[in-house]
């Protein structure tokens, strides 16, 4: 059974209240001046591990963990001393101390599910709070802390806290039931594999199970030694772009020549910043490089097919992984296996059902790789495998607009880091299948074409294009 919690923190009161996720039961305890339920919430604690339950919360494992766990220690505790604790976890959580208070699952009284973590939003760039998503649920009421934190609360005051308490369990809820599909894909694949994956992103499914893969046909991903675990890795301190690039790419047009050449003269001990201000332009498209991938698109417009013209829009299947699997591209440090293994998975997607367990897993182990190549933290930091998947895969879609644009009638919509955009005349598809045809033959890259009846462009990255069909 999963139960939905949330706790509240004051330096004279503590609330935990819990309910049940598929069904009315509720749980309400405060320790505060006036009444000290904290050995009730030890023996709750105790019955609900002891039973198999589950804990659900937003940052629980994070935040609302650690705290009822300083309680669950000593079995009893007064409101001012896990205020402290609580304090103290917000206090670290942007410094070396970050780790301090996490509790490992081993550890834990009661098994916890954070679905703040299950969404990514312990990462930076993503982080959302409880509200957004209330407000993003259409939430009936969405309520806002109602007391400073530090005050000390009048009895009153405590009366509305424990409305509040129950109105986030009751939002937590909502959100449990909105994302349970993605609930039950942790649990079949932690069934499936004899690993946790409960509380992992998509991302980390991806990664953890490409290195269960690699460990599983020999390679070694991590280092063990006095400072305990560490990931293997290639860290390098400059990178000679030139021998990221696949000699065998040459331009026709000028302006493509003239990046090349210039990223073939570059050394560079930084990837952030690398690619400012460069681009190419040609027939009055403006193509933009970056680390991560080109892109490029007419800005503001309404595009329309007709009995005459058409938008077609090109993608590269699986874009990245494909390319590193083609041309047998890998983190030095985990050799050519980590290839096969590429390879294979690729072979057992196309096996699956997408909406399978197997078919969403291998898909994450198959993107999840690739972003973990710049990371200083991941058993796949290798900053030249990054850049040859990066580089070449701005430079070969160049390859390809370059020999596109030689179809009569034929205008670049968009370049968007594993595909192409474009409005043409219906009469000449057949130059166009010539062009996808001799690419691909060239890289060894599928191409998925599709139509669209009209693209309403803002910019590259905000637009909405409807399918023919």
């Not at 993003?136 to 109602?146: F, G």
């Not at 690619?275 to 933009?288: H, P, R, Y």
């Not at 005459?308 to 050799?335: K, M, Q, R, W």
Request: glycine share 6%; charged share 20%.
């Amino acid at each position: 059974m999963d139960i939905v919690y949330d706790i509240e923190t004051y330096s004279n009161c503590f609330l935990l209240t819990a309910e049940q996720a598929d069904g009315p039961l509720r749980w309400c305890f405060e320790i505060s001046d006036r009444i000290n339920e904290s050995q009730a919430i030890t023996y709750w604690c105790q019955h609900m591990g002891n039973f198999g339950h589950r804990m659900v919360g937003f940052n629980n494992i994070g935040f609302d963990y650690p705290v009822l766990h300083h309680l669950l220690r000593s079995g009893r505790s007064d409101a001012a001393t896990l205020y402290a604790k609580a304090q103290s976890i917000i206090n670290t959580q942007d410094g070396e101390q970050r780790w301090a208070h996490q509790v490992y699952p081993s550890d834990r009284v009661v098994p916890q599910l954070d679905l703040f973590r299950v969404m990514h939003f312990d990462n930076r760039a993503r982080s959302t709070s409880l509200k957004a998503l209330e407000f993003n649920m259409r939430a009936d009421t969405i309520k806002d802390l109602p007391f400073p934190v530090g005050t000390v609360l009048t009895p009153e005051q405590i009366v509305t806290l424990r409305e509040y308490n129950l109105h986030d369990v009751r939002a937590t809820k909502q959100f449990y039931h909105q994302i349970l599909p993605m609930i039950r894909f942790r649990e079949e694949l932690t069934a499936r594999y004899g690993r946790d994956f409960l509380n992992h992103n998509d991302t980390k499914i991806g990664k953890d199970y490409f290195i269960m893969e690699l460990e599983r046909a020999g390679v070694s991903c991590y280092n063990v030694g006095p400072e305990g675990r560490t990931p293997r890795q290639t860290p390098r301190p400059q990178l000679v772009l030139k021998d990221a690039i696949l000699p065998w790419i040459k331009f026709e047009q000028p302006e493509f020549q003239r990046v090349l050449e210039w990223l073939k003269a570059q050394t560079i001990t930084e990837t952030k910043g690398v690619f400012k201000d460069l681009t190419a332009t040609i027939n009055g498209f403006t193509f933009v490089f970056g680390t991560g991938g080109i892109h490029g698109s007419v800005e503001n417009e309404c595009v329309e097919s007709d009995a005459d013209n058409v938008i077609v829009d090109l993608d590269v299947t699986s874009y990245y992984p494909t390319l590193a699997i083609a041309n047998g591209f890998y983190p030095e440090h985990l050799g050519t296996t980590f290839v096969d293994i590429y390879r294979d998975l690729f072979a057992q997607r196309a096996k699956y059902p997408k909406e399978s367990p197997e078919g969403q897993m291998l898909k994450l182990a198959l993107n999840g790789v690739f972003g973990d190549s710049n990371n200083r933290f991941s058993v796949f930091y290798d900053p030249l495998y990054m850049a040859r998947v990066t580089l070449n895969g701005q430079l070969l879609l160049c390859l390809l607009a370059e020999q596109l644009l030689k179809i009569g009638g034929l205008r670049l919509l968009q370049v968007n880091t594993d595909g192409i955009t474009v409005h043409m005349p219906r009469e000449n598809m057949g130059g166009l299948h010539q062009v996808l045809d001799w690419w691909g033959r060239a890289t060894r890259l599928h191409i998925e074409e599709n139509h669209y009846s009209r693209m309403f462009i803002g910019d590259v990255n905000s637009y909405i294009a409807e399918y023919e069909e």
